[in-house]
C-alpha cells in the first residue's frame, strides 16, 4: 500500500538533510547567458502590465499562510515572484543533467522524487533573476507586485529605497499571518497536492524550514516585524496601506487590521497597539 503524506515527507526530509542522499550544500551555479536568458524569458510570460501607475504591492508572511489567493485578483501588475522563476530554473536544471543524481529514487507513495522537491538547489539563480526583473520594471515605472514572505532582514530598507530612487507614489503592504502549526500543516498540504498534479510536482519544505521563519519562541513569524517596518520606513514619503490578516488555526476566522497614510499623514490605523 502507497505510503502517506507525513511518510512521504520524512523521507524526502531525510534525504535533503545534510549527509542525505540529495543534500546539495552549495545549490547550482548558472553561468549569467542562463540567468539572462530566464530573466528574458520570466519578462516576456506578461505583456499586460501597467505602467506609469507608480504602484507597488510587497506581500509578507511564512510559507502557507495565503499570500497569493490575497493578490491572485490584481491584474496590470508585473508580478515578481521567485517560486515561479525557479519553475524556469529548473526546466534549465533538468535540461543539463543537474538533478540526474534524483533518478531513480522512488518514494514510499510510489513516485519519483519531483523537480520541485529539489527547488533549493536554485534558490540563489531565482532571487538574482526576480532583483533583475525587479529592476527592469521599476525603471519603466511599471506596477509591480513583489511576491514573498518578506523574511530576510535589509528587505524593508532595500524596497523603501528602490521605491523612493524610481520615484514610486503609493503601496499596498499585504502581511498574512498564521502560527507555526498552521504554516507547516497548510505547506504540507501545498506541496502534497501539487506533488500529484503539476508537471514539475510540489514545492517542498522541511518543517525545519518552516521554523526557520519564526523566532523562537515569538507565536508570530519575523515577517511580520519586517512588514511593519516597511511601512515605518515609507508612510511619511509615500501613500500606504498597510493589511494584516491573522488566522490563529486552520479553518479559523480571519481578522483583518489595517493603517493608511495619505500626503504624509495616517489616515486610518485599526492595528492593535
Known sequence: MPGGRDEVHAQLTDLLAPGGRLHHST???FDQDVLDNVTERYLAQQGDVARGGAMAVVTAGPPGAGKSFRT???VGYRRIDADE???LLLEHALALGLLDDATGILLSDMGPVSPRELSGRVHKGSTDVAEAVRFHAMARKENVLIAGTLQWDGLPRQYAGDLFDFDYERLRIVD?????SVAIERARQRWW???HTEPLGGRFMSDEAVKSYFDDPS???RCQAHADELWDRTWEALDVVQERVEMTDVGATETTYTRRSEDGEIVEDEFPV
Not at 498574512?176 to 507555526?180: H, K
Request: glycine share 4%.
Open 72 to 74: 491572485e485578483h490584481l
Open 219 to 221: 507565536p508570530v513569524s
Open 193 to 195: 497536492h501539487d506533488r
Open 27 to 29: 545549490g547550482i551555479t
Open 176 to 180: 498574512v499571518e498564521v502560527p507555526l
Open 85 to 87: 522563476i525557479k519553475d
